[in-house]
Each structure stands twice: as C-alpha cells, then as structure tokens.
C-alpha cells in the first residue's frame, strides 16, 4: 500500500489552475453584483414611495341624521349605503386617502346622542361614484378597529382602489351585521 502525505502551502502555486489572484478577483466581482443589485431594489422601493400620492385629507364629517322618519330615511342614504335608525353625533375627526389604498381615519367622539358609542368596532369605507349613475356608489372597507365606549377609534387600513375613482367619499361604519353585509354608515366626510 502506498503511502501519501498531504502537506498545506499557502503560497500561491504555479500549477494551480484557479490561482489566489484569480479568486480574489472572483470574490470582487461578486461582491460588486451583490452590491449594485441592492441598490436597485432600494432605488425600487424609493421610487415606489415617492409615486405615492395623497388623493383626499380631510378634517370634518357628519354624524348620520338617523331615520326617525320616512323623510330622514330618504336623507340617510348616502350613494345607496343606508345609515342606522339612530343619529350619530362626532366631535373630531382627521384622516386620509393614499394612491396606494391607505386609509386612515383617527376618531374621536362618534356616539349616539346620549354621548355613548355601543359598538365595539369600527371600520372606514371609501365611496367611489359610479360613472353610471351618480345616486350610487362602489364601497371599498378597511378591516375593523377597535373602539371604545367615548367614540374613539384609531382606524389605520387598506382599501382596494379601483382604476378610476371619481368623487371618493369616506365614511365611518359599523362591521357587517346579520342581513346587511356592507353595515350602517354612522359619519361622513362633509360639514
């Protein structure tokens, strides 16, 4: 049997077929690929932050009148989305629409006129006209949010946006309830 010694050299060899340097400029090389493909995708990701555009803020909205009669009801109805039986009363508001479907609504005093709020979630819709017909309107929701018995709610989702959406429209609403999916507005963007 023959025997065979292994010895390390970290010299560079002459008959080696892949030298030191040649590694090392290897290395670079792929060091710089790496290097350049991150910043293009923070170039990416910057690019997509700066197309970000603000379609609506606002500061003020109507609490729902409520339906007490058949003429209330004919004015609760806002693009076709009915609002409760109840008036609702608001005391601030602030929100806005993104380009990007971000939605956010900060609450404060939604409540029934004894100046309780009896839901414990809230969400936001955004109304977009329909081209067709100016009476009715598509609804995009944000997910439900928390709120309290004062009326406060900190309501911070996305909406899906169509293509084109024409005279948008935000509104406080209740979750969806048993026969009504879409829910009861409770305020709206106006004064």
Not at 17 to 31: K, Q
Not at 40 to 50: F, G, K
Not at 113 to 142: E, H, I, M
């Amino acid at each position: 049997m023959k025997e065979s010694r292994c010895f390390l050299n970290s010299a560079p060899s002459n008959r080696s077929p892949i030298g030191w340097r040649s590694i090392t400029r290897l290395v670079s090389a792929g060091l710089a690929i790496f290097a350049l493909a991150g910043s293009m995708v923070a170039q990416d990701q910057y690019e997509d932050a700066a197309t970000i555009k603000t379609i609506l803020t606002f500061g003020t909205m109507i609490g729902d009148p409520g339906n007490g009669t058949p003429a209330a009801k004919a004015q609760n109805v806002i693009r076709g989305y009915l609002g409760p039986d109840s008036p609702w009363l608001i005391s601030s508001v602030q929100g806005s629409l993104k380009s990007n479907g971000a939605l956010t609504v900060t609450v404060r005093g939604l409540v029934l006129p004894g100046g309780t709020n009896p839901v414990p979630f809230f969400r936001a819709a955004l109304s977009c006209q329909d081209p067709a017909n100016s009476t009715k309107g598509k609804l995009f929701f944000t997910k439900t949010f928390l709120a309290d018995a004062a009326g406060n709610s900190n309501i911070a989702g996305t909406v899906s946006l169509p293509s084109h959406c024409i005279a948008p429209i935000v509104l406080v609403t209740s979750p969806a309830v048993t026969g009504n999916s879409a829910g009861f507005w409770f305020a709206v963007t106006g004064r």
